[in-house]
């Protein structure tokens, strides 16, 4: 999901943070993970990777080096990208896996990841439909308002396949949300109207350059900071 995280290499975040869902004292603003992770292209909708649900992790795929890698890179992709969550398929995996990067309204920052995630539906009666603006790293550009609700609970797994429960309230919980649709083919503009996915798709061909050269640029910091350590 699109959003735009401040960054530098040896700043510890001052706020609340929750790594993995559950509270930490500390984490470095440019989290270990980015600096680890190769930059990797980030699809752009009308590619096929986007549009199909993803495979979800074998078990003999669960503390291998190759899916620690993958996350590491999707750290890194989300990083240059200014993002606050990355689907495996927006670098081109067909994978159900997602990462995360992102500050709340209560001003506690969620770093995490999850992999084949199940997003569970909202009790009945509790659910509350709030519109914001949301964008997408795979339609850069464009932001435009849609519902969803200011509740979500995705199930799933770590690196290592334990068990793991992520609660989100306000903007997580949008970015949960998002996503998890990328899982199952889904793109945020598939939820607008069809007038409201035209403009995106115009807005997204006018300012798409600008986004791919500021990618670029955040990919030379990056390479910086790296050499700066």
Not at 31 to 60: F, K, Q, S, Y
Not at 86 to 94: C, H, K, P, S, Y
Request: glycine share 10%; net charge negative; with cysteine.
């Amino acid at each position: 999901m699109a959003g735009q995280l401040r960054a530098s290499a040896d700043a510890e975040v001052r706020v609340r943070v929750r790594v993995q869902g559950e509270p930490v004292a500390a984490y470095p603003e440019v989290p270990p993970e980015t600096l680890r992770g190769e930059v990797r292209r980030i699809t752009v909708v009308g590619e096929e990777v986007l549009h199909r649900r993803c495979r979800a992790v074998r078990e003999e795929e669960f503390g291998t080096p190759e899916l620690a890698r993958l996350v590491d890179d999707m750290f890194a992709a989300m990083w240059v990208a200014e993002g606050v969550g990355l689907a495996a398929n927006q670098i081109g995996v067909d994978l159900q896996a997602f990462v995360w990067d992102c500050l709340d309204e209560d001003g506690v920052r969620h770093v995490g990841h999850i992999l084949s995630p199940v997003l569970d539906e909202p009790p009945a009666g509790t659910r509350r439909l709030v519109g914001a603006e949301e964008g997408c790293l795979s339609v850069p550009g464009p932001h435009l308002e849609l519902d969803r609700p200011d509740v979500a609970v995705v199930r799933g797994r770590d690196l290592e396949g334990r068990p793991l429960v992520v609660e989100g309230r306000g903007y997580f919980a949008r970015c949960l949300q998002h996503e998890t649709d990328h899982l199952y083919g889904g793109l945020y503009i598939d939820r607008l109207t069809h007038r409201g996915r035209r403009t995106a798709l115009r807005r997204m061909e006018d300012r798409k350059e600008k986004v791919f050269a500021k990618r670029a640029a955040r990919a030379e910091e990056l390479e910086r900071l790296r050499a700066g350590r």
